[in-house]
């Protein structure tokens, strides 16, 4: 099963260089194996169920680590948002 996810981690730091607990995330997914969608206002990932569930607890957890004080996390099935599977 292909999960996609998005998440948002907070504090914004306005203009400029990506806050670290948004670089953390991001460079955690990266040493998984996955390859994210890295953007001003959140980061995409798209892959199996069984690779992408284990790589979220861990963004999670490095995230709040490097200074984050909420993450926003929705998780849809399938790759596309307009609702197939």
Known sequence: MILRA?????PFEGEGEPPAHAVAARDYLRTAGLEPEFGPLGT???????A???ALAA???TALTAGAHRIT?????GEADDGQV
């Open 73 to 77: 996390l929705q998780v849809t099935v």
């Open 52 to 54: 992408l569930l284990p």
């Open 44 to 50: 995409s990932i798209s892959g199996e169920r069984e």
């Open 6 to 10: 998005e998440f948002t981690t907070e």
């Open 59 to 61: 963004v999670l957890d």
